[in-house]
């Protein structure tokens, strides 16, 4: 246990988790998306951040040589992957582009070239700033995956892996935000947080907020990962302007 390692190497503290409580918290993040870059802005004033739902799923069908055995006689696992992928890309264009779904990983079996998978695990990870639709979505998926096992006739289990509710960050420090960097002439929008952060976190304690600087073609968690100087010192500015305000 994470208490009595600290114990024992002497840090555990005399103090309860929890004995401060922080003011407000402010986090200064590349965009990790290609919104600013693309739109040529130079400021996001983050009012909220999507809420996150993964799924593992896994569908059974049966093996077939790939040659002999005709398309209509096949219980196909890979088939079924695949429309459960267009799907819910299907359910992403008609939410007017708030929800995202995406497949990150699949794993076949047999995985031979000539062989009709037996089985296939992949993931889903479905997100939307708005719990009520987060929840439609993932209401959508189930009720798909049955119609699914039926006209397939395929076997299918899911597994919930992560769940997070979206978070609605505080109307002060956004609008302090937009506020300090129209002082400052530099352009800037509301935005959406599409990745998970710290500020989620710390929103369930205190008023919490972000400042996003663009991500050069949106690109982040890669070794081609760059922001502008000039983006990260308007961030900074922004960022030290919003904390100076507070502080007053």
């Keep these: 246990m994470l208490g009595e390692e600290l114990k024992r190497i002497g840090y555990e503290g005399t103090e309860e988790p929890g004995f401060i409580k922080p003011r407000a918290y402010i986090e200064l993040h590349i965009e990790q998306g290609p919104i600013l870059d693309v739109e040529g802005i130079s400021i996001g004033a983050v009012e909220n951040l999507q809420g996150i739902s993964w799924q593992r799923i896994e569908i059974k069908g049966v093996a077939n040589h790939a040659g002999t055995t005709p398309t209509n006689m096949r219980v196909d696992a890979g088939l079924a ?94 609008s302090m935000v937009e506020q300090v960097a129209n002082e400052m002439h530099l352009s800037n929008r509301r935005m959406t947080s599409g990745a998970g952060q710290d500020a989620q976190m710390m929103a369930r304690i205190c008023p919490s907020a972000m400042i996003f600087v663009p991500s050069v073609n949106g690109i982040s968690h890669n070794p081609k990962e760059y922001t502008k100087d000039e983006d990260i010192f308007a961030g900074a500015n922004v960022f030290i302007n919003v904390i100076k305000n507070l502080a007053q």
């Design 81 to 174: 992957v695949a429309k459960v992928i267009t799907f819910m890309r299907d359910r992403c264009n008609q939410s007017g582009g708030t929800t995202v779904a995406t497949t990150g990983t699949i794993a076949f079996e047999p995985n031979a070239i000539n062989v009709i998978p037996s089985k296939a695990v992949f993931t889903v990870d479905v997100r939307n700033p708005n719990e009520e639709r987060l929840i439609a979505e993932e209401q959508a998926l189930a009720a798909y995956l049955k119609e699914l096992a039926v006209t397939d006739k395929v076997q299918i289990s899911t597994e919930q892996l992560v769940r997070f509710q979206p978070v609605q960050f505080d109307e002060t420090i956004v």
